[in-house]
């Protein structure tokens, strides 16, 4: 099984800047993807980024494409998004995710989730 913990969630104003991260632990080494997902209230979750293992691909939602970079420390198991510009529109509760295969469209992993409020 493996545990992630996210932090670095909070309210910030539009324009600026917020870092999540997200610890992971138990049985690290059957991680492959990491990467984030949002929920805004009344929409379904949505994919944010993703990662590999290696960290030598990146994927994003087009939303945030240019204003977010995701990024991961496996020395520490941890991964991380720069939220830069950020925009009312991103406010939600961030879910980090991970899963054995590169790919992460359905994750076996969840974190708890940290809410990100962006006032206008």
């Known amino acids: 099984q493996v545990q992630l913990v996210e932090s670095g969630g909070g309210l910030v104003q539009a324009g600026g800047s917020l870092r999540l991260s997200c610890a992971a632990s138990g049985d690290t080494f059957s991680i492959n993807a990491m990467g984030w997902f949002r929920q805004a209230p009344g929409r379904s979750r949505e994919f944010v980024a993703r990662i590999s293992r290696s960290g030598s691909s990146t994927n994003y939602a087009d939303s945030v494409k240019g204003r977010f970079t995701i990024s991961r420390d496996n020395a520490k198991n941890t991964v991380y998004v720069q939220m830069n510009n950020l925009k009312p529109e991103d406010t939600a509760v961030y879910y980090c995710?991970?899963?054995?295969?590169?790919?992460?469209?359905?994750?076996?992993?969840w974190g708890q989730g940290t809410q990100v409020t962006v006032s206008s």
């Open positions: 995710a991970a899963h054995p295969s590169v790919v992460l469209t359905q994750p076996k992993y």
